[in-house]
């Protein structure tokens, strides 16, 4: 990073923003010695060492422990500023509300949409940005999570609309950077480029509008989304559509042992993802899985001894609370769970793995633990094997989302981008 940071600037000062023990902060004394380095960390743990680092090594670093996103910097109006490091991977769920509103209004004081779901890394690039001046260059490595999904649209829309990106190298998904994380990785560089400029990925460069159009940046990086399917080839999207699996607001009410409900009140189902893991998966086992009970609107309809059983479970519910719930609370009766179409073929959607497509043969419904694939063209039983092999030999981890953790998630429509043969070849 700081040999590429050495072709881009001639810094009067460097900024690691977040420094941790120093790493960055004592390289870039080495490598700009003219230049008045400044660490910053809110952890009394970690500026302690950096000092410390820094006096063993005869670098002469400004430490500051305070919060980066909002602490005075020693600046002046002389010189470019390079800003550099690793900001702290700290996800929505640990930042208090406060922080989040100093967040959303950073961007809005920036004209970028904002998103409270955004991890502690964004609120560090928007930091940057509010104070980034002319001539100033940037080089972060993070999570790369922010790349793909909705709450990473502040930090795609800084480097498309105000710091523009040259650099954007992404660490190989197999890989860990981040020792004992599991988390992928990206290094940024930023701020000497133009809107209608380039960005070099290591490999190739492509052009900064590709990626102002896309929100999603590991497809622009691998070409899958402006990539041709090719003769015999179509995305799963042209023949099939992809849902999510029955939400029924509480699982432990609503999902019951097999013999527990009557089978006219209930269907099975596959309730967890490993029931699609294997040669010989679980949900091929019907009699061994979970039931859904689905009551419907009218019980008053219902035989006698269903009308009684049917009552039984609505006074249960009532009792626990399950009509407050909010999906219950929207449903039109909440006591009314419809029986989920079955589709042709399941698929395990989150994982440290790629996804397990399976075949529907048994016609059974899911939960949202997997989702379903359902042809909007007529396919065989032939055809449908097909896609349901290739898919299993072709999908790898990288076609989906991968979060903090080393989990890669696979959305509906993301799974419908996917490129598989056309009909024609899968019939045959």
């Known amino acids: 990073m700081l040999d590429w940071a050495c072709g881009q600037i001639v810094p009067r000062r460097i900024i690691d923003c977040g420094c941790g023990s120093g790493r960055f902060a004592l390289a870039a004394a080495r490598h700009f010695p003219d230049a008045h380095v400044v660490a910053i960390d809110v952890s009394p743990v970690a500026t302690t060492m950096c000092k410390a680092n820094a006096v ?37 769920h640990e930042l208090a509300k406060e922080r989040k509103s100093y967040h959303l209004n950073d961007l809005r004081t920036l004209g970028v949409r904002g998103n409270a779901l ?13 104070r980034f001046r002319d001539g100033d260059v940037g080089c972060l ?27 954007l190298r992404l660490f190989d998904k197999s890989s860990e950077p981040f020792s004992g994380t599991m ?22 460069t492509i052009a900064l509008g590709e990626f102002q159009k896309s929100d999603r940046w590991s ?7 402006g990539r041709t399917t090719g003769k015999g080839y179509v995305r799963l999207g042209d023949i099939a559509r992809v849902h999510r699996g029955v939400v029924t607001g509480k699982n432990s009410f609503w999902v019951r042992r097999p013999g527990e409900v009557s089978e006219q009140l209930s269907v099975p189902v596959v ?87 399976v075949v529907n043969v048994d016609g ?23 896609l349901a092999e290739y898919l299993n030999k072709n999908v790898a981890v990288s076609d989906g989302r991968v979060y903090a953790g080393g989990l890669a998630k696979f959305e509906p429509r ?14 045959g």
């Open 56 to 92: 063993a090594s005869g670098a002469s670093i400004t430490v500051i422990r305070g919060d980066f996103t909002q602490a005075e910097l020693p600046f002046d109006d002389e010189g470019p500023t390079l800003w550099i490091g690793n900001p702290p991977y700290v996800r929505h």
């Open 118 to 130: 955004a991890g502690l890394h964004s609120h560090f690039v928007a930091s940057i940005a509010r």
């Open 141 to 167: 490595i993070m999570s790369a999570e922010w790349m793909d999904v909705g709450y990473g649209a502040a930090i795609r829309d800084i480097l498309t609309k105000r710091l523009p990106m040259t650099r």
């Open 183 to 204: 988390t992928s990785a990206v290094v940024v560089g930023f701020g000497k480029g133009s809107l209608d400029g380039f960005v070099s990925n290591g490999d190739a």
């Open 219 to 225: 497809d622009v990086l691998s070409r899958t989304n």
């Open 271 to 357: 309730a967890h993802a490993r029931e699609l893991a294997g040669a010989d998966p679980a949900c091929r086992d019907v009699a061994s899985l979970s039931r859904l009970v689905t009551l419907p609107d009218d019980i008053s309809s219902l035989p006698a001894e269903l009308h009684a059983e049917a009552n039984a479970i609505i006074r249960d519910g009532l009792h626990d609370g399950v009509d407050r719930g909010f999906v219950a609370s929207h449903r039109r009766h909440w006591w009314s769970i419809k029986a989920p179409k079955a589709p042709a073929i399941m698929m395990t959607y989150m994982a440290r793995h790629a996804p397990t497509f």
């Open 364 to 386: 059974l419904g899911m939960l949202n633990v997997v989702h379903g694939i359902y042809p909007t063209v007529h396919l065989s039983d032939g055809a449908i094997r097909n």
């Open 414 to 427: 993301e799974v419908e981008r996917l490129v598989v043969p056309s009909p024609e070849v899968l019939e």
